[in-house]
């Protein structure tokens, strides 16, 4: 039982080159989500999937795409990346539990840097 | 707005208690969570409390909520130097079926001996 996995674990990239970050979740959670890193700033959220075939925005969304393939996968896409976009990269997934909440559980994180 | 504040630095010495706050905006919030990130690692998920509860006690964890204040505190018991790491608290927001997380900006605990 791994929880939840995300590759690369670090990554360098040139401005305006594309890559995609890859997670999956061995929990059968239905909610999986994406959140950036940034020094002072806590997590900030990108993108969510509440269901298999759904995705949608949180609140830093610009540059970035998401595909959820499917219950296990939630992939992160940067089609032309900007040093803006130097940042730790986490995916986390999460359940309705009996008590009614969403613990959700993280990736050990892709720390990307653009130059 | 949604909003979550922690100071940034707290320094303890090993075996005193540690107290993180935590001040939050949204009082629609159902759960609170207090997360602790390691060096290079992820967030693991510490302990959480419902917003009808006051108080959770887990282990040398008490988590404290005054609801009224929106203020949130984590207490770790006999701190040991294992506990040096940054931590979260973070508020959570109903969305259609599921919830989404605003985090506050970590408090970095350092423990001496």
């Known amino acids: 039982n791994a929880g939840v996995t995300q590759t690369p674990k670090f990554q360098v990239l040139k401005t305006g080159q594309s890559m995609t970050l890859q997670c999956a979740q061995d929990?059968?959670?239905?909610?999986m989500y994406w959140y950036r890193q940034d020094p002072g700033m806590g997590l900030r959220l990108i993108y969510y999937s509440a269901s298999e075939g759904t995705t949608d925005k949180g609140e830093v969304p610009n540059g970035y795409n998401v595909s959820r393939l499917n219950k296990r996968e939630f992939s992160l896409r940067l089609e032309s990346a900007a040093p803006s976009q130097t940042s730790v990269y986490f995916c986390a997934s999460s359940d309705r539990t009996g008590a009614g909440s969403y613990e959700q559980y993280f990736g050990p994180g892709t720390r990307l840097t653009v130059t | 707005g949604e909003d979550v504040e922690q100071s940034l630095f707290l320094s303890v010495r090993e075996g005193d208690s540690s107290v993180i706050n935590c001040t939050y905006t949204?009082?629609?919030?159902?759960?609170l969570y207090w997360y602790k990130q390691e060096p290079g690692a992820g967030l693991q998920l510490l302990t959480y409390i419902f917003s009808n509860m006051d108080m959770k006690q887990d282990q040398r964890l008490t988590v404290l909520l005054n609801k009224k204040d929106k203020h949130l505190s984590l207490r770790i018991a006999d701190t040991q130097t294992g506990d040096s790491a940054i931590y979260f608290c973070?508020?959570?927001?109903?969305?259609?079926?599921?919830?989404?997380?605003?985090f506050g900006t970590g408090t970095r605990l350092q423990v001496f001996p």
């Open positions: 949204d009082s629609s919030s159902t759960y």
């Open positions: 929990m059968n959670h239905n909610s």
């Open positions: 973070a508020e959570s927001i109903g969305l259609r079926n599921t919830d989404k997380l605003i």
